[in-house]
């Protein structure tokens, strides 16, 4: 209730929860820590009783006209009947959905005859290498984006009601039209993945000795390239249109190269503008990508030198910025590498060595 | 001196180090470390007194008729060139090189009239994205795979006096033709470079707005495209008929999957031969990939934080394969990453949050 005119937070209890794999139960469980009744329904009764057992809401059906908003969590392929059916079937509910790709599920809808006024799609930006409800967390949207796309017959409640969910998720509500959200992602994660696959695919012709010499750069360009791919061709097919036009500039960008592979000029100029365009990612905390000085320390493979070893970076009163194990491949042993402001590495290394630590540089 | 005819161990005192950047300098510290009397030789002498500052040895000319070792160190392009006025002026001495690709420096060197015997072309597969002597270390090399490249009339004595700067070093000797070197490190390491490259690059035409969307995959896919270019434009120019051939490859499967994106069986199929190539790299310890649950704590962002998290764990007694910390992008909290055998997740789990910690999962 306000006196200026603010909307009034609608409840959003009881709600509806379709489909319950890491995504549908993770708002299960954040709504539910929220006070809200969460009704979980799903295709596999025993994802979704396994769901109901971590919290994320009651298998038991619910009054169909009582229900206030609906959260579409289905794989993507099923999203569009899914949201037509909750529009009908739930008829004073908000509905939403938590799919990769706007665009297909709005021509979807906008074809048929449903009260397109109560749909505002969304999509958090999270999740997890391992899918269903067992790996499910209520704090899964802590802090991440999630992108609202209301469409222009939305209307201001229902638009309302997906920031609310957002809000009790935790998550950080970004506004964009479906078609500007689709060729984001599809710059940003869609086409990623496919490079990543890409590449990937080649190894399987490439003999196991040559991979022997394999460093961490070419792990971390592949390591999307294990995600799912039944997920993945949904995801893809889904935001084909705007994926086929990255693919397509992506394969003038490779021609570009070709046709310049003799200019050892055009070479340098190529990896510049790719240092370019890695540089212009926002860093941690989203501020521009710094440089942190890297201290070197050798530990033992075994439980407890971790702790050992930060106990005396503890006593060095160093900030950690980042940290990260390199193992070594061939003998039992690792090394852990401290990020510390490149002001106090010296401190850092000093310390660590006094204490009888073997550091590398 | 041995009685079963096992070739004796020749010196490699003194050493000349031609060229003392990252490699250079490392090498002359590892060497010095041996006992080797180690000279450095540099067109840039203020990078020499930095690496003799460092422990890489002496700026002194050597007689050249004594020197036994000549390690060439300079940048790609100079390679070829000095091994061959190395092999003229000091006339009793293995000559080596540290360089990325082979193929080429052989083919300019057979060209010409020095003697070849004495010439054995190695690759240390050690680096960093630090180069100069100040980031120089004595153990860079220690247990890395470094590659050695006997031609047909490299004599045997010169491969076992590169067999042994690479013991001294710490290194693991693996042996391969040229041709099979530059092939190999083409799909594994150039390869990769320029894909990473070829993404980043498009992330110059991506609005700001679309970069927030970004998550961890891109970054992964992208992290090595911010290495220097003019060093990654000599190697790709060295390594170009191999990294062609390569690039046409990527081109073709490229090509593959824009003809049939309109087939959904034909995109999961492109995706699930990119997880195949994944898996096929061997993991850490040089054995195959194998999956760590991943035990996910927050951690505030300040110093001795992680030191008390670490005691909490070394408590729990469980073995620590992996460690990793997301930063949050948008509050002052990170998340530790520990990743266990699942057999001890939920222990450890268990132990953390008996101690007051907040475990994701």
Redesign the interface.
């Known amino acids: 209730m306000s006196v200026f005119g603010e909307p009034e937070v609608r409840t959003l209890s009881p709600a509806l929860v379709v489909g319950s794999g890491l995504i549908g139960a993770s708002v299960g469980m954040a709504l539910t820590a929220q006070g809200v009744e969460v009704h979980l329904e799903d295709a596999d009764a025993q994802q979704a009783a396994v769901a109901m057992a971590m919290g994320a809401g009651v298998t038991e059906p619910v009054a169909a006209a009582a229900v206030r908003l609906v959260v579409v969590a289905t794989p993507p392929e099923a999203l569009a009947e899914t949201i037509a059916a909750c529009l009908d079937t739930y008829a004073n509910a908000t509905v939403t959905d938590v799919g990769s790709v706007k665009g297909t599920i709005l021509a979807t809808l906008s074809r048929r005859e449903h009260d397109m006024t109560r749909y505002v799609g969304s999509h958090p930006?999270a999740g997890g290498e391992l899918s269903g409800p067992e790996?499910a967390?209520a704090?899964l949207f802590?802090?991440k984006?999630w992108?609202i796309t209301p469409h222009d017959t939305s209307n201001a409640h229902a638009v309302l009601d997906v920031r609310r969910l957002i809000e009790l998720c935790g998550g950080?509500a970004?506004s964009l039209g479906a078609a500007h959200h689709d060729?984001?992602?599809a710059?940003?994660?869609h086409?990623?993945?496919?490079?990543?696959?890409?590449?990937?695919?080649?190894?399987?012709g490439?003999?196991?000795?040559?991979?022997?010499?394999?460093?961490q750069?070419?792990?971390?360009?592949?390591?999307?390239?294990?995600?799912d791919?039944?997920l993945?061709?949904?995801i893809?097919?889904a935001n084909?249109a705007a994926v086929?036009s990255?693919?397509?500039?992506?394969?003038r960008?490779?021609?570009w190269?070709?046709d310049r592979?003799?200019d050892?000029a055009a070479?340098?100029?190529?990896?510049?503008?790719?240092?370019?365009?890695?540089?212009?990612?926002?860093g941690?905390?989203?501020a521009a990508a710094r440089e942190f000085a890297v201290v070197t320390v050798e530990i033992p493979?075994?439980?407890?030198s971790?702790?050992?070893?930060?106990?005396t970076?503890?006593a060095a009163?160093?900030?950690?910025e980042?940290?990260?194990?390199d193992?070594?491949?061939?003998?039992?042993v690792g090394f852990l590498e401290v990020s510390v402001d490149p002001a106090k590495a010296e401190e850092l290394t000093a310390t660590l060595r006094a204490a009888g630590w073997t550091v590398?540089?």
Chains 1, 2 share one sequence.
């Not at 086409?191 to 399987?204: I, Y």
């Not at 750069?217 to 294990?226: E, P, S």
């Not at 493979?301 to 407890?304: F, Q, V, Y």
């Not at 009163?317 to 950690?320: A, S």
């Open positions: 930006m790996h967390k704090d802590t802090d984006t992108v950080r970004v060729e984001a992602v710059q940003v994660s086409l990623p993945q496919l490079v990543s696959s890409l590449l990937a695919g080649l190894l399987t490439v003999p196991k000795e040559h991979l022997r010499l394999a460093g750069g070419l792990r971390d360009v592949t390591r999307i390239a294990n995600s791919p039944s993945w061709r949904q893809i097919t084909s086929l990255q693919l397509q500039e992506l394969q960008h490779l021609q190269l070709l592979f003799d050892p070479i340098e100029g190529f990896l510049a503008e790719g240092r370019a365009g890695r540089q212009a990612l926002p941690k905390h989203g493979d075994a439980p407890g971790l702790a050992r070893i930060f106990a970076v503890e009163q160093v900030n950690i980042d940290i990260a194990i193992h070594d491949q061939n003998r039992e590398k540089e």
